[in-house]
């Protein structure tokens, strides 16, 4: 029995590849393609593979090569259109390169390193300047930051207070009938004067037209500065947070708070009129003029003279 009978059967060498001839495979594909008469230009044509690459695999050269799977493709290419068998090319080729398939790295599954992520510190940071950027626009929006024109209440004429009507019980209803429209004309004036708003302390007013939808005035009255309201312009009403904090006057004189220290009233109009009309805390109240017709006090009995 043949003791090499039990060795495995080597694959039958293609035709003009010669295994003990030393040749490698740049050497063997260039004596294919000499003895066909082949031109390296036209493998690149019909093959599609760069000129520069079959050159390099003639040369032996496979630092010029691309990667390992590109260059073993080339070579069956090659071998192919010169009449070798590709795979046997192909695996003389792996044997004789350095070249290494592309392994592709794993992902890493670690946690980012603590340093690179933002402090918690810049983070809050730049959350805060975030806020305040918004909250500025929207202030600014709002017409905050407008400048309420000043008014010279010194140029403002004002009227001294007329006196009270007096509570003596002598007073006549007679002199009351008198003294009413004496009042009565004296508010005449006062209701066609100019309102100026006095601020008391830092309050936040809006002074708008609600028919036209256009703000007169918007924004922060400062402490002891004063808004007069335009004339011209009727129809404007008032919005405030801190009634109590504004000293109203018309044609000088002043008039009724509107509300509490932090009492919010709104859609107050601001008509010289409806102002002056306001009744100021603990005024007398005036008598009303009697209606014609109306019985008058009894009158005195005629006193009787003597001798006659």
């Given at each position: 029995?043949?003791?090499?009978?039990?060795?495995?059967?080597?694959?039958?060498?293609?035709?003009?590849?010669?295994?003990?001839?030393?040749?490698?495979?740049?050497?063997?594909?260039?004596?294919?393609?000499?003895?066909?008469?082949?031109?390296?230009?036209?493998?690149?044509?019909?093959?599609?593979?760069?000129?520069?690459?079959l050159?390099?695999?003639?040369?032996?050269?496979?630092?010029?090569?691309?990667?390992?799977?590109?260059?073993?493709?080339?070579?069956?290419?090659?071998?192919?259109?010169?009449?070798?068998?590709p795979?046997?090319?192909?695996?003389?080729?792996?044997?004789?390169?350095?070249?290494?398939?592309?392994?592709?790295?794993?992902?890493?599954m670690?946690?980012?390193?603590?340093?690179?992520?933002?402090?918690?510190?810049?983070?809050?940071?730049?959350?805060?300047?975030?806020?305040?950027?918004?909250?500025?626009?929207?202030?600014?929006?709002?017409?905050?930051?407008?400048?309420?024109?000043?008014?010279?209440?010194?140029?403002?004429?004002?009227?001294?207070?007329?006196?009270?009507m007096?509570?003596?019980?002598?007073?006549?209803?007679?002199?009351?009938i008198?003294?009413?429209?004496?009042?009565?004309?004296?508010?005449?004036?006062?209701?066609?004067?100019?309102?100026?708003?006095?601020?008391?302390?830092?309050?936040?007013?809006?002074?708008?037209?609600?028919?036209?939808?256009?703000?007169?005035?918007?924004?922060?009255?400062?402490?002891g500065?004063?808004?007069?309201?335009?004339?011209?312009?009727?129809?404007?009403?008032?919005?405030?947070?801190k009634?109590?904090?504004?000293?109203?006057?018309?044609?000088?004189?002043?008039?009724?708070?509107?509300?509490?220290?932090?009492?919010?009233?709104?859609?107050?109009?601001?008509?010289?009129?409806?102002?002056?009309?306001?009744?100021?805390?603990?005024?007398?109240?005036?008598?009303?003029?009697?209606?014609?017709?109306?019985?008058?006090?009894?009158a005195?009995?005629?006193?009787?003279?003597?001798?006659?």
């Amino acid at each position: 029995m043949d003791s090499n009978s039990d060795m495995p059967e080597l694959p039958t060498p293609a035709p003009g590849i010669d295994r003990h001839s030393g040749q490698r495979t740049g050497e063997v594909l260039a004596a294919a393609r000499t003895a066909k008469g082949i031109e390296l230009v036209d493998i690149a044509k019909e093959t599609r593979v760069p000129l520069r690459h079959l050159k390099a695999l003639e040369a032996d050269d496979h630092e010029l090569l691309p990667a390992l799977p590109y260059a073993i493709g080339f070579v069956k290419n090659f071998a192919q259109y010169v009449g070798l068998d590709p795979e046997t090319i192909a695996a003389q080729f792996r044997a004789e390169t350095s070249k290494l398939a592309h392994v592709p790295s794993p992902l890493s599954m670690e946690p980012l390193d603590e340093r690179r992520l933002p402090s918690r510190s810049l983070v809050m940071a730049s959350i805060a300047i975030i806020v305040l950027v918004i909250a500025g626009l929207s202030a600014w929006g709002a017409g905050v930051f407008d400048s309420a024109p000043v008014v010279n209440t010194k140029e403002i004429a004002v009227a001294e207070p007329s006196p009270p009507m007096s509570a003596n019980p002598d007073v006549t209803p007679d002199q009351g009938i008198a003294a009413a429209p004496l009042a009565a004309s004296a508010a005449a004036p006062v209701a066609a004067g100019i309102v100026v708003l006095t601020a008391t302390e830092d309050v936040w007013v809006k002074i708008y037209d609600r028919a036209t939808r256009a703000n007169a005035k918007i924004g922060i009255l400062k402490s002891g500065e004063s808004y007069a309201v335009p004339a011209d312009r009727p129809g404007l009403l008032l919005w405030t947070g801190k009634a109590g904090a504004l000293a109203i006057t018309v044609g000088g004189r002043p008039v009724a708070p509107l509300g509490g220290p932090v009492e919010t009233v709104r859609d107050i109009s601001l008509a010289a009129a409806d102002l002056a009309a306001r009744p100021m805390p603990g005024a007398p109240v005036v008598a009303a003029p009697l209606a014609a017709g109306a019985p008058g006090p009894a009158a005195m009995p005629p006193t009787a003279t003597p001798g006659v």
